[in-house]
């Protein structure tokens, strides 16, 4: 199964994303922001599959996904964008960085399948 790097800032949120993902067997790593987001995905194993919010404190989910894909050793990996905001071109990145776009609240089966398509 693929390991997913989820970066959520609700805690409610990112562990019913966690105990879904995990159901399916996969192995899902949590964090609350995105700097702390790119960090894991700096020391630590490079993920199969990311699934960020926009709104995050700090550094917010466009940036992450502008960043990952200036970084070539990131700049592969498929991102699911999961958020609670209108998806407004202002907001959202462009259409060609990200792989996914799930609006909350999302139906877990929804979420799931997505998952399982990305990471096929």
Known sequence: MAYVL???DNPT???VIEVALTDEGHHVELRQNAMDGLVSMYNNLLPDLVL????????NGRDLIIKMRDDQRLQ?????????????????PSSDQYQGLLIKPF????LIAAVANLTA
């Open 6 to 8: 989820v970066v959520e």
């Open 13 to 15: 949120i990112g562990l």
């Open 76 to 92: 592969d990996i498929p991102i699911m964008i999961i958020t609670g905001s209108i998806p407004a071109p202002e907001i959202l």
């Open 52 to 59: 960020t919010d926009l709104q995050l404190p700090g550094m």
């Open 107 to 110: 139906d877990l089966d929804d």
